[in-house]
C-alpha cells in the first residue's frame, strides 16, 4: 500500500514524466512476461489493470514501434520511441494482453522458446517457480545431483532471495543438469495445486504473427547460453529461428536471450546466424543518436510490478538509479 503510494506522489512529482517525453533520442524497450491477476509470489505477474494503464500512457505520450522500424523512425524523428516485448510465450499474452494491445493500436514483439511449441509446457525456471508458489515445503534439499548437498530455504516473504538462491544454483550447471534439477524439484516439491502456465501453441503463434506481433527468437530450450558449448550454441539459435521461420512463413532476425546473459562468443554466433536485433536486459534505456549506425544490441526494462506508477518510475530509470547509490554505499 505505502509502496504503491510512494510511487503514485513520485509520477506526480516528475509531472508526468514530461520531460522524459521531450528528450530526443531515446528508445525505451519494456519486457513483459506473464501478464495476469494470479497474485503469486515467485516469477510474479504483471496485473491486468497495471498492464492496461501502463499501454494507455504509452500510447497516448510515445510513438510505439517495432524493432525493424528503428533506423526509419529516428532518421525521420528524435522524438522518443517505445518497443513493447513480450518472453517465453505464455498464453496469457494471446488472452491478456493481446485484446488491449488491440485496444490501444500498439504494435509489439513476442520472442518465442520453441521448445514448449513440442512440449505445451513453461521453461524449466518457469516450472520450478510454478512449484515455489505453491509448495507446501520450506526447503528444497538434494545430495544426489551434485558433487555437494544443496539445501535452499523456501521463504515466500523474501521471494526475490529465495529466488536468486536458485538462479544462482541455475547458473553453475548446464543445459542437461538444468532439466534434471528442474524434474526433481517438481518431484519433491510440487503439491496438489501446482498448475504449470499455459504456453502459446503453434496456432496461437501463427495468429499474433498475423496481427500485429514482431515474431523473435528466445532459443529453443532457454538454457543460460554462456554455459553451454558451441555445437549446444549453434542448435539452440538455429533450430528456434528455423521452426519460427518455417511456422510464420517469415524471417526471424530477433534474437532475446535468455535472462539476458551473453558473452562475445554467443553475439558472433548470433550474426552469423542471421539475427540482426539481440534484445538484452540490464533495465536502461537505449540512445540512437546516429540511425545510419544503429546498434544492434538493445537494453529492455523488465516489468512485473503491482502497479502501473511503479513500473513508470522503473522504465524512465528510477530502480538503477536507487541500485547505483546502493552500490556505491556499500563499495565506500
Given amino acids: 500500500m505505502l509502496r504503491g503510494i510512494f510511487f503514485t506522489l ?64 529516428f532518421k525521420k524523428t528524435r522524438k522518443p520511441g517505445v518497443i513493447m516485448t513480450f518472453d517465453d510465450g505464455h498464453y496469457d499474452i494471446l488472452e491478456n494482453a493481446y485484446p488491449v494491445l488491440k485496444k490501444y493500436k500498439l504494435k509489439f514483439n513476442i520472442n518465442i522458446a520453441t521448445e514448449s511449441l513440442e512440449t505445451g509446457l513453461p521453461q524449466d525456471s518457469v516450472r520450478v517457480y510454478n512449484v515455489l508458489n505453491t509448495t507446501e515445503k520450506n526447503e528444497y534439499i538434494n545430495t544426489e545431483l551434485f558433487s555437494e548437498p544443496i539445501k535452499i530455504s523456501i521463504d515466500k516473504k523474501l521471494p526475490t532471495k529465495t529466488e536468486a538462491k536458485f538462479f544462482k544454483l541455475f547458473k553453475k550447471i548446464d543445459k542437461k543438469q538444468q532439466r534434471m534439477l528442474a524434474d526433481d524439484i517438481v518431484e519433491k516439491l510440487a503439491s496438489k495445486t501446482t498448475k504449470f502456465s499455459r504456453m502459446l501453441s503453434r496456432d496461437d503463434v501463427v495468429y ?20 553451454i558449448d558451441t555445437a549446444s550454441l549453434e542448435f539452440e539459435l538455429s533450430h528456434s529461428k528455423k521452426v519460427l521461420e518455417n511456422l510464420c512463413g517469415k524471417g526471424i532476425d530477433i534474437i532475446a536471450y535468455p535472462r539476458g546473459m551473453y558473452n562475445e562468443t554467443v553475439i558472433q554466433k548470433s550474426f552469423e546466424l542471421g539475427y540482426k536485433y539481440i534484445l538484452l536486459t540490464e533495465n536502461r534505456h537505449n540512445v540512437i543518436n546516429d540511425p545510419e549506425k544503429e546498434s544492434s544490441l538493445f537494453y529492455r526494462v523488465g516489468l512485473y510490478h503491482k502497479t502501473p506508477d511503479e513500473s513508470l518510475a522503473k522504465v524512465f530509470g528510477f530502480h538503477r538509479t536507487v541500485h547505483g547509490l546502493k552500490n556505491r554505499l556499500r563499495r565506500g
Fill in 10 to 73: 513520485f509520477r506526480i512529482a516528475n509531472a508526468d514524466y514530461f520531460l522524459r517525453q521531450k528528450t530526443p533520442n531515446q528508445l525505451y524497450i519494456l519486457i513483459f512476461h506473464q501478464v495476469n491477476d494470479s497474485g503469486f509470489t515467485f516469477y510474479p505477474a504483471l496485473p491486468n489493470h497495471a498492464f492496461e494503464q501502463i499501454c494507455k500512457f504509452f500510447s497516448e505520450r510515445f510513438n510505439v514501434i517495432y524493432f525493424s522500424e528503428v533506423a526509419d523512425y
Fill in 208 to 227: 499474433l504473427s498475423k496481427n500485429g506481433a514482431e515474431i523473435g527468437s528466445h532459443t529453443h530450450s532457454h538454457p543460460l547460453l554462456p554455459n
